[in-house]
């Protein structure tokens, strides 16, 4: 391609309202313009990305027996009322009226549309399995669309759903589904860790995520480096290390009066002792029924959805107007000494078990008990492990430490069970006669997101370093000087690098060289060749790795087996 030719260019400034490296970069370099917000067109540099990163998805679900196909944006309402995700997804659905009163949204998912094509098809075990997929575009309203590519309103996805006779053939297809997932973040350069996480609220299904990690994530997750194994920060399992002084004698319990502010960090300055001597009460207000507390050191947080799994019920924090009525002070509740009246069940965290001698509140303003100990001054409902993993926890399996990171989610896969097929009777009649439900799985990677997601991860000040299995071209020629030797040399290379199936970006313009060379580095093509009058005196051009500060000389002759050999690395 004629860089003079190509629609987009590159911006001499950054979009003002990028808020992230991707959003800068992709615009910047003539790969992304936006439309509106989280609403973007992909310009055709960009396509080339999003049409390779798609050819790797299409190569990997063909090796697992994906079938591609396409389904339609615009579903009837109907369908989505019929799994009463029309209520549940609400929020995110863009709905449209069609002539008469006929009422459509612009799909989030296709669950609800591959449900009942499936079931005009599959009749029999002997349809199954089947897995079908399409990379498409996907709709929804998300509240705050953000970085780029990263969180759109409308944005690309490849969705697989695969349809099976039993669970454990779902088990087995889903864990060669992971593997080929692994395999195209792999192909795009990528380092995707394996989340195990919940099929969604209160089910007993599960689900894998997979994450990048990227300051600009919005996902926390917490690795173990070691084992490889990734959690995410709400229900990840680690050890925290014991504090030394559990072999402390009991003091006896003393009461106190104090000013003191109410954060653990006050409260432990006050009192001159560490963060962990303080014990934390976090009272909640669980569906349908009272408050509920959950006593834990002071240094550590209660991770709300592990509380929600083990309650097996919402929860939200207690309004503070309830616990004021209640006769409660802020601040200042524990579980030692609860006020007449006040029913309130205390769970502990696993951690309290080896502190001695806490500090805690009196349930009064400015009176707090020092010296506190389990089961001699309080006592507690149950005790389980509701303690937020952070970095330094030791890995639960290999007791190494844990790291947290920021991830961006490029990658969710999940086992439906016969939710959908029995919403929408896919059922088939099995071997001993006997209709059944389909077991479905789905399996969802974000194409557009993965695309930001690169930029994210392969950039420098200068601009984007693109992994050559994604890069929009290989090799990017630029010429220095107007003479006709140069030129001549440089459409040479051009057309040679072609022949031999080299993908290439030559920059023809007539512009100085510092603007070239500056546009080179910020579209970010793996290899580039500047043909010069220096170069040529010797037979040659410079070579410059877009990943390396180095450029050396090469000759001619020698360069096409050495670009061969770039490419295959
Ligand atoms: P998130 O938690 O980030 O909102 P999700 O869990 O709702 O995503 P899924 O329904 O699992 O998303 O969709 C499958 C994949 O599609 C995600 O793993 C992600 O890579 C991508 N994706 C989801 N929402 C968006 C979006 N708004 N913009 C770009 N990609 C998205
Ligand atoms: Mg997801």
Same mark, same amino acid.
């Given at each position: 391609?004629?860089?003079?030719?190509?629609?987009?260019?590159?911006?001499?400034?950054?979009?003002?309202?990028?808020?992230?490296?991707?959003?800068?970069?992709?615009?910047?370099?003539?790969?992304?313009?936006?439309?509106?917000?989280?609403?973007?067109?992909?310009?055709?540099?960009?396509?080339?990305?999003?049409?390779?990163?798609?050819?790797?998805?299409?190569?990997?679900?063909?090796?697992?027996?994906?079938?591609?196909?396409?389904?339609?944006?615009?579903?009837?309402?109907?369908?989505?009322?019929?799994?009463?995700?029309?209520?549940?997804?609400?929020?995110?659905?863009?709905?449209?009226?069609?002539?008469?009163?006929?009422?459509?949204?612009?799909?989030?998912?296709?669950?609800?549309?591959?449900?009942?094509?499936?079931?005009?098809?599959?009749?029999?075990?002997?349809?199954?399995?089947?897995?079908?997929?399409?990379?498409?575009?996907?709709?929804?309203?998300?509240?705050?669309?953000?970085?780029?590519?990263?969180?759109?309103?409308?944005?690309?996805?490849?969705?697989?759903?695969?349809?099976?006779?039993?669970?454990?053939?779902?088990?087995?297809?889903?864990?060669?589904?992971?593997?080929?997932?692994?395999?195209?973040?792999?192909?795009?350069?990528?380092?995707?860790?394996?989340?195990?996480?919940?099929?969604?609220?209160?089910?007993?299904?599960?689900?894998?995520?997979?994450?990048?990690?990227?300051?600009?994530?919005?996902?926390?997750?917490?690795?173990?480096?070691?084992?490889?194994?990734?959690?995410?920060?709400?229900?990840?399992?680690?050890?925290?290390?014991?504090?030394?002084?559990?072999?402390?004698?009991?003091?006896?319990?003393?009461?106190?009066?104090?000013?003191?502010?109410?954060?653990?960090?006050?409260?432990?300055?006050?009192?001159?002792?560490?963060?962990?001597?303080?014990?934390?009460?976090?009272?909640?207000?669980?569906?349908?029924?009272?408050?509920?507390?959950?006593?834990?050191?002071?240094?550590?947080?209660?991770?709300?959805?592990?509380?929600?799994?083990?309650?097996?019920?919402?929860?939200?924090?207690?309004?503070?107007?309830?616990?004021?009525?209640?006769?409660?002070?802020?601040?200042?509740?524990?579980?030692?000494?609860?006020?007449?009246?006040?029913?309130?069940?205390?769970?502990?965290?696993?951690?309290?078990?080896?502190?001695?001698?806490?500090?805690?509140?009196?349930?009064?303003?400015?009176?707090?008990?020092?010296?506190?100990?389990?089961?001699?001054?309080?006592?507690?409902?149950?005790?389980?492990?509701?303690?937020?993993?952070?970095?330094?926890?030791?890995?639960?399996?290999?007791?190494?430490?844990?790291?947290?990171?920021?991830?961006?989610?490029?990658?969710?896969?999940?086992?439906?069970?016969?939710?959908?097929?029995?919403?929408?009777?896919?059922?088939?009649?099995?071997?001993?006669?006997?209709?059944?439900?389909?077991?479905?799985?789905?399996?969802?990677?974000?194409?557009?997101?993965?695309?930001?997601?690169?930029?994210?991860?392969?950039?420098?000040?200068?601009?984007?370093?693109?992994?050559?299995?994604?890069?929009?071209?290989?090799?990017?020629?630029?010429?220095?000087?107007?003479?006709?030797?140069?030129?001549?040399?440089?459409?040479?290379?051009?057309?040679? %690098?072609? =022949?031999? #199936? &080299? /993908?290439?970006?030559?920059?023809?313009? *007539?512009?100085?060289?510092? !603007? +070239? $060379?500056?546009?080179?580095?910020?579209?970010?093509?793996?290899?580039?060749?500047?043909?010069?009058?220096?170069? %040529?005196? =010797?037979? #040659? &051009? /410079?070579?410059?790795?877009?990943?390396? *500060?180095?450029?050396?000389? !090469? +000759? $001619?002759?020698?360069?096409?087996?050495?670009?061969?050999?770039?490419?295959?690395?």
């Amino acid at each position: 391609m004629l860089y003079s030719k190509l629609f987009g260019r590159t911006r001499h400034n950054p979009p003002c309202d990028a808020d992230s490296v991707n959003a800068k970069f992709l615009t910047q370099a003539g790969f992304i313009e936006k439309l509106a917000a989280g609403i973007y067109n992909l310009l055709p540099l960009g396509f080339r990305v999003f049409d390779k990163i798609n050819n790797i998805i299409e190569e990997e679900m063909n090796a697992v027996e994906g079938q591609r196909l396409l389904m339609p944006a615009l579903h009837p309402i109907d369908i989505w009322k019929t799994t009463g995700r029309d209520k549940t997804m609400d929020e995110i659905l863009y709905r449209t009226h069609a002539s008469g009163d006929k009422e459509f949204v612009f799909g989030p998912s296709h669950e609800e549309a591959v449900t009942p094509l499936a079931a005009k098809y599959i009749n029999s075990y002997k349809d199954l399995p089947l897995s079908v997929y399409q990379i498409q575009t996907k709709f929804r309203d998300e509240p705050r669309a953000k970085s780029g590519l990263l969180r759109g309103r409308e944005f690309g996805m490849k969705d697989m759903y695969s349809f099976h006779t039993s669970e454990e053939d779902l088990d087995e297809y889903y864990e060669r589904v992971k593997q080929a997932y692994l395999n195209v973040y792999e192909r795009c350069n990528l380092k995707a860790h394996v989340i195990e996480a919940s099929g969604g609220p209160f089910t007993d299904k599960f689900s894998h995520e997979f994450s990048v990690e990227s300051e600009v994530g919005e996902d926390t997750i917490i690795v173990c480096e070691k084992c490889g194994i990734a959690q995410n920060l709400e229900i990840a399992e680690g050890k925290v290390a014991d504090p030394d002084d559990k072999e402390e004698k009991e003091l006896p319990m003393e009461l106190v009066e104090i000013e003191r502010g109410f954060t653990v960090a006050d409260n432990a300055k006050a009192h001159g002792v560490p963060e962990h001597k303080i014990l934390k009460s976090v009272v909640y207000s669980v569906e349908d029924e009272g408050l509920i507390a959950v006593v834990i050191r002071g240094d550590l947080n209660v991770s709300d959805v592990k509380l929600e799994n083990y309650l097996k019920k919402r929860l939200r924090p207690a309004d503070p107007k309830v616990l004021k009525e209640m006769g409660l002070v802020q601040g200042y509740i524990s579980p030692v000494n609860m006020p007449e009246g006040v029913n309130i069940s205390f769970i502990g965290d696993h951690s309290i078990k080896n502190v001695k001698n806490f500090v805690t509140g009196a349930n009064e303003h400015a009176k707090d008990y020092k010296n506190v100990n389990m089961a001699r001054d309080f006592v507690v409902k149950d005790f389980t492990d509701l303690v937020e993993v952070k970095s330094g926890f030791a890995c639960a399996k290999c007791e190494k430490p844990l790291k947290e990171m920021h991830a961006v989610e490029v990658g969710n896969i999940f086992q439906l069970g016969t939710r959908y097929s029995e919403a929408f009777s896919l059922n088939y009649t099995d071997k001993d006669g006997k209709s059944k439900p389909c077991v479905m799985g789905c399996y969802g990677i974000g194409n557009t997101r993965l695309m930001g997601t690169a930029v994210e991860v392969f950039h420098d000040e200068k601009g984007i370093i693109w992994p050559t299995n994604i890069a929009p071209y290989h090799v990017h020629i630029v010429s220095l000087g107007k003479d006709d030797a140069v030129k001549d040399g440089a459409e040479k290379l051009y057309t040679d %690098l072609q =022949k031999s #199936g &080299v /993908e290439v970006l030559y920059d023809d313009r *007539d512009v100085s060289p510092g !603007v +070239k $060379l500056n546009d080179a580095d910020l579209i970010g093509i793996p290899l580039r060749l500047v043909v010069s009058n220096r170069t %040529l005196e =010797k037979d #040659g &051009v /410079e070579w410059k790795e877009r990943a390396s *500060d180095k450029a050396s000389d !090469v +000759k $001619l002759s020698e360069l096409s087996d050495k670009v061969k050999k770039f490419l295959s690395k």
